[in-house]
Structure formats: C-alpha cells, structure tokens
C-alpha cells in the first residue's frame, strides 16, 4: 500500500489513520457530508476578543510599521518586533493558560490576514512562531512543564522557527541527515548536521529541531518504543525525532541569512550545528515520532497561516486595481470601459470571495477540534496560494508598465507607490513554503484513495497471480458491490435551513453527484491501473482538482447565503454563481480526463527532454549547463557569526 506513491514511502509510514470528522474524506468517496460544513456561530468572547484586539494591531500597523522601510533595508527594526510583542501579537495562539491570548484559529486568521494587508513579510514573521515554532509542538506533544517553561517566554519575549528542510532535502522530510545522539550519560543529546531556510532562524531564540536519533526498539509496558542508545551503539536505526533547541547553545553556527526572488524581510538562515548540547528534558513528545509531528505541526500553516497571508495580500491589491481601471485612459476610454479589462476583474473579484470562503470554512472547522483537517488544510493552502498568484498577477496585468515598476521608482516622480510587482514576487514563496503545491496534489490523491488502498492492498500487488489472485477478487466484490451501487443513487441534503434556498440547493446537489462521478472514476482507474497508478501522477493531480474545485463550490456556496443574511443584499451571489460556473466546468473535464488521460504524450516529450533528445532547444545561444554557475571556490559565507537579537530572554 505504502509503494502506490513511491518516493513517499517514509510520509506513508508517518502518516496515521484519520482521528476526527473529515468533509473531503465523504467527497471523495461519494458521500459528501454538507452539514460538516455548518459551523456553528462565533461565541461572544471569541467576537470580543476580536473587536478589541484588530483596533489595537490596525493602529499599530499603521502608526509603527513602514512596509517600504522593510522592503527596502530587507529588515524589520526591531522595535516594530519588540511593539508586537507588547501588543501580544505573538500570543494569540498559545492559551490563556500559558500566559497566552488563546484566540480562536479564526480570530488568529484574521489577524494574520490584517497584518499581511499591511506587510506580508512581517505577518509571516508572526505566524512562524505559532504556526511551526516552538509554541504548537509543545502544546501538542509536549509536557506540562515544558509548557510552563517555554510558552511564556515566546508569547512574549522570545521568536522561535522551525528547524526540518536540509539542502538536500525539502518536501521529502523523511531523508533528513541531521543526527542527535544521546551521549554515553544518557542525559544529553549532541546534534551535528544543518539545516536551511529556517524562517526565523537568524533572529530566533528557540527553535523547534527535527534530527535522527539512534535508537533500539524495544517492548516497555505493553508498548513497542524507540529508545535512544548511548553514543549510537547497537541501533536498530536512526529515527526522527523533535526537539526544542536552545540558539544559544554551543556549537550552532548562522552561516547565510538566505536571500530571495521576494520577500526580502524575511529572516531565514542556513545554520550548522557541530557538537551541539540539548538536555534529554527539551525531547518533544516521544522518540521516533518527529515525522509525525512535523506532519502535524505543519496543517496549522497549512490551514491557517498560508491562507490568511494569501488572502490578506490579495485583498491589499484589490482597491488599488480597481482605482487604476477607473482612472487611467487609454485611448479617451478608461481601462473600466475595455470588455477585457472588465472580464479580468470579474475573474479576481470570484477569485478573491473563493479564497476567503475556502479558507474560513476550513478555520472554523480547526476551532471545532472534532476535525481531521489535514486534507482540507492541504487543499485550503494549495488554492489559496495558487489563486492569489493569478490574482496578483492579472492586477500587474492591468497596471500595465506601471505594474512593473517598483513602488520606490514610482514615488520619485510623484506617481501612486503601490508595490504590485513586490506582492507577485513575494506570492510566489506561499506556493512553495509548507509544502509545494506539487508535493501535496499527492497527499491528497493518497487521502482520496485511502479506502481503496485499505481494502485492495493485495490487489495492487502486481505479482500476485492465479487463485490468491481471485480470491482477493472475490472477497472485493463482497465490499465494492453495495458500494458501486450506492455510487448511483443521490443523497439527499441534510434537512438544515441553509440547504433549502433554491441557490445553495442546485450547487450542492451538483457537488453531490460529480462526487459519486469523481468516486466511480477513481474506482474505474484503480481497477484499470492497479500499480500503475502509483506513479501516474497526471491521475492523481485530476483526483486532487476536482475534489479541490467541489469544496470551492460548497464553501462558496454556503459562503454567499450567510454573507447574504449578514447585509441584507443579494449581489454576492454574483460572486458565487460565477465560482460554480467556472469551476463547474473544470470538474466535468477532470472527470472526464480522469477516465480517458491524455499525459502520454506530454510525457513522452518530457522523458525526451532529460534524455537530450532536442539539442536544437539550445542552440543560438552561449551554452550553460546548470554546473557553470556555480563559483570555482566556494567561501565562507557566513554573513554572521552570531544571530543580531531582536529581543533578548
């Protein structure tokens, strides 16, 4: 079952059985459940909370925060870091109990989605210490004392990152070399290795480390566990493991404070660790279960951080677009005037209500924790990050040459600075951070499969043969029977208010049965393919877009008619009906393509490609192979040997 998607066969080990309510997990299978996504009201306290803080942070923001400073100087002074810890930016996800504000995943979207209006950078900058820091893997598998000890401090003194991606591995995290061996007194733990493009990593205090420990398995209590060996000797293996690292430790070392296409704020470093000390009590959780965690720890950006930095972005260029269309003549006739121009802004205004529908309907459900949102969490990323790309982009469009200029070079003539061409640079890094769009379009298909995999194991062993061959045939036809014909009947909505507006109905009944469509052609191709499915990714991209494409039309959907109840006025469903017809006819050619692919060829001239097969492709030009960039020596880059606090403990 683990080989259906090779090259993540560690993720697969890693991954566990679903522990709550999923919405995707009955799309996929042809049983949408719709009343999943009726969240129920937002409770007072939790609108309190809100109605007090955004004041505060929004005059915050606008009084103490220069987002052309920071683009400039590629550095967020430190007084705006020292101001967000005083405002208790840093706290909203750690409880009350912890000395923290305890916000709703909700109100916590919402402030990132504030912040990021303003500047993206520094929003990011918020989100990493609560999303992947330190502050989540301890509330979810660390101890009581722990908390007590750390929570505090990174609510209000102190910036965390998180420590995984190494130079050679990024979305594979299972192939991490860094190691921390536990040393001949048992009570210290010594990392050597690296890690790069750590968010935070220069600035942080703590950071939360994901290494290989050398351990044995061994029964204690009932239970098979991995226990560290002393100085590595007699391991079974080396297994991942978290744990809290102290930056001041001996022995780290900031090598490169890393520089990139956009986002130029943002603190990531390379770091290298050589004999590093970390006490046996900063272990997060168990051995052997760092991958776990880190898969864990990383659906709260996933669901939450990316999306609400995406949305935040997209909804700081909308205005702007929408003074440039009215303003600006080309030709006597403003650019409002121009069909073309017009059809461009319907498509962002559907695209920006989508995302903001997507992300919301996935935040409520992470405040309900009865949810297993890793597939929702995945897809909320995916589309939002991929959808504000377009969005930004097709404003560049419109701005035209003035979309290319940079705001400073604007300003000196007298011309409005709005840094369009920095959010399209900066966008990009949201596609790829926590998890690329093309690593987790995978992740999904294999949540999409999971009940094919957990009854037809045997069946996609392509050596199996003669009678355990049909034995295994016959015993699926006993489960897959009942289920194909249910894949044939329509289920009724659920019997709520909110399903009965004539509106809601027809999107959601359309959902429902390209559900049953998308479950029988899933079934259809895994019966065809059997193991070759497993690297047919073409299929599973399909399978993750239309499951994808069916959420945005439910959310949306839902969206409209309680945005509707709220101010009393019907245009926004010009907003949904638009979503539903555009991706309604994406989702019927997926499925069709999903029967009937068509990649064959494509990937016929890609394989071609790798293989030189088209040296005319170069020719003309003065060739360069990948290898002639790189410098003939490599120095010491290290642009610090120490980390510049912004805050000190």
């Given at each position: 079952m683990a080989g259906l998607f090779q090259g993540l066969e560690k993720i697969e080990e890693a991954r566990e059985r679903l522990a709550g309510r999923s919405f995707m997990t009955g799309l996929f299978s042809g049983r949408p459940d719709f009343s999943l996504l009726l969240a129920p009201?937002?409770?007072?306290?939790?609108?309190?909370?809100?109605?007090?803080?955004?004041?505060?942070?929004?005059?915050?923001l606008t009084t103490q925060v220069d987002p052309d400073e920071i683009e400039r100087t590629a550095k967020i002074p430190d007084s705006v870091i020292k101001g967000l810890f005083a405002l208790g930016a840093f706290a909203m996800k750690i409880p009350q109990e912890y000395g923290g504000l305890g916000f709703s995943c909700t109100n916590y979207g919402r402030a990132l989605m504030l912040i990021a209006s303003w500047s993206n950078i520094l929003s990011l900058t918020v989100a990493v210490p609560q999303s992947i820091g330190i502050a989540m893997p301890l509330l979810l598998f660390g101890s009581d004392?722990?908390?007590?000890?750390?929570?505090?401090?990174?609510?209000?003194?102190?910036?965390?990152?998180?420590?995984?991606?190494?130079?050679?591995?990024?979305?594979?995290?299972?192939?991490?070399v860094t190691e921390a061996v536990l040393d001949a007194d048992g009570e210290t733990f010594v990392v050597n290795g690296g890690k790069l493009w750590c968010t935070n990593g220069s600035i942080a205090r703590y950071v939360t480390l994901i290494a290989r420990v050398p351990a044995?398995?061994?029964?204690?209590?009932?239970?098979?566990?991995?226990i560290p060996v002393p100085e590595g000797k007699g391991a079974d293996q080396s297994v991942h493991t978290a744990f809290v690292l102290d930056m001041d430790a001996p022995g780290i070392r900031i090598?490169?404070?890393?520089?990139?296409?956009?986002?130029?704020?943002?603190?990531?470093?390379?770091?290298?660790?050589?004999?590093?000390?970390v006490p046996v009590g900063d272990l997060i959780g168990e051995v052997g279960w760092g991958l776990k965690y880190a898969l864990t720890i990383l659906n709260i950006g996933r669901a939450i951080s990316i999306p609400a930095i995406c949305l935040g972005m997209a909804k700081q260029a909308w205005q702007p677009t929408l003074d440039r269309a009215n303003t600006r003549l080309t030709f006597q006739k403003p650019l409002a005037e121009r069909q073309t121009q017009r059809i461009r802004l319907g498509r962002m205004a559907s695209s920006l209500f989508a995302m903001e529908a997507l992300a919301s309907s996935v935040w409520r459900m992470a405040d309900q924790h009865t949810f297993d949102i890793r597939t929702e969490a995945a897809i909320a990323k995916m589309f939002c990050s991929e959808s504000a790309i377009r969005f930004l982009k097709d404003a560049q469009t419109l701005f035209g040459g003035m979309g290319y200029e940079t705001a400073d070079s604007k300003r000196m003539r007298g011309e409005p600075a709005f840094g369009i061409e920095q959010l399209v640079r900066d966008a990009e890094m949201y596609r790829i951070g926590e998890g690329a769009t093309d690593i987790l379009r995978p992740f999904v298909a294999r949540e999409a499969l999971n009940m094919h995999l957990e009854h037809a194991q045997k069946y996609f062993e392509d050596h199996m043969t003669g009678l355990r061959w049909v034995m295994a045939v016959g015993r699926l036809l006993g489960i897959y029977v009942p289920w194909y014909m249910k894949q044939w009947?329509?289920?009724?909505?659920?019997?709520?208010?909110e399903f009965r507006r004539p509106k809601v109905r027809h999107k959601l009944r359309f959902v429902e049965r390209a559900s049953r469509q998308l479950a029988r052609a899933t079934f259809y191709a895994m019966v065809w393919h059997r193991e070759a499915l497993r690297d047919d990714q073409g299929r599973q991209n399909r399978i993750e877009n239309i499951g994808e494409g069916l959420f945005v039309i439910a959310a949306?959907?839902?969206?409209?008619?309680?945005?509707?109840?709220?101010?009393?006025?019907?245009?926004?469903?010009?907003?949904?009906?638009?979503v539903f017809r555009d991706t309604k006819v994406q989702v019927k050619e997926q499925i069709s393509m999903l029967i009937s692919n068509e990649d064959a060829q494509v990937t016929a001239v890609g394989t071609n490609a790798l293989r030189g097969t088209y040296p005319m492709l170069s020719e003309g030009i003065i060739k360069r192979t990948l290898r002639d960039y790189k410098a003939p020596e490599e120095p010491a880059v290290g642009v610090a040997e120490r980390r510049k606090r912004h805050v000190s403990h």
């Open positions: 009201d937002e409770s007072p306290e939790e609108k309190t909370a809100w109605d007090m803080f955004r004041p505060r942070l929004q005059t915050f004392q722990q908390r007590k000890k750390y929570l505090p401090i990174v609510a209000w003194h102190a910036l965390s990152a998180f420590a995984l991606t190494e130079s050679m591995t990024g979305s594979d995290a299972a192939n991490i044995k398995r061994e029964r204690r209590g009932g239970h098979m566990l991995w090598r490169q404070r890393c520089q990139f296409e956009g986002c130029r704020g943002i603190e990531n470093a390379y770091l290298t660790f050589a004999d590093v000390p009947i329509p289920k009724p909505l659920p019997p709520h208010p949306t959907a839902l969206a409209a008619q309680a945005e509707e109840r709220r101010i009393g006025q019907t245009g926004v469903w010009d907003l949904a009906d638009e």
